[in-house]
């Protein structure tokens, strides 16, 4: 990959969108040696039904029985990507509690494959995983291609979710102000607006006026909400 640095450092102002940013991504892929690959983003509010997508390039047989089997609740990539941003290798070892799915993905050429996330403070996650059908990934070309694969990953992660995160949710519309993070606080501990307003020298109707300027910046629909969204978006 010649010039990697500066073709990476491309890719991450590249792109008018998420599926032009994904060929870019694909491309680049390629030139290090991988035919498919893959990026995935999830978004860690709602607490249910957490939005989602997956952009890939894999075989769009294997594409649907995965998502029509409901693969990613057994993917041990997945599970690994979603505590640890440090590399990963697949192997025989990591999919053993998951044979159908290594099976079947092995049986549509995806065979060697490499993964890393990135974790946000707010809970966001991507992955970016790197594979192919032939030829092992050898101790020798991880070091040799490490730098490039994981200056990759944080490429991918900064463009792809540049693009995909308006599309899964409308998140706040505006930051919370102190004042407004200081009073949920109280309201994660237990406080009362009229307990709170004695903490902060203030009448309970201002603390009530902060506590609803939150709720509707945060797209919620009561104090709790607002507590526990501010939370998962590290804003307290």
Known sequence: MKNWQEDILNLINGGQDANECFAELAESARALGFEYCAYGLRVSYPLFN????LLNNYPE???????ER????????????????QAMVWSDEMFANSPELWSEAQSFGLRFGWAKSCIERNGIFGILTLARSAELLTEAELQHK??????????AHLNMSRHIMPTLTNGPNSPITPREAEALKWIGDGKTSAE?????????????FHIKNAITKLNVTNRTAAVVMAVVMGLL
Do not use: F, K
């Not at 047989?61 to 998502?67: A, G, I």
């Not at 490490?146 to 490429?155: D, I």
């Open 196 to 208: 709170i307003g004695l903490i902060l020298s203030i009448s309970e109707h201002t603390v009530n």
């Open 50 to 53: 957490r939005q989602a997508t």
């Open 70 to 85: 409901d693969y990613v609740l057994q993917d041990p990539t997945v599970r690994y990507g979603q505590s640890s941003t």
């Open 146 to 155: 490490s730098s490039q694969m994981n200056w990759l990953a944080q490429a």
């Open 61 to 67: 047989t294997w594409q649907n029985m995965y998502r």
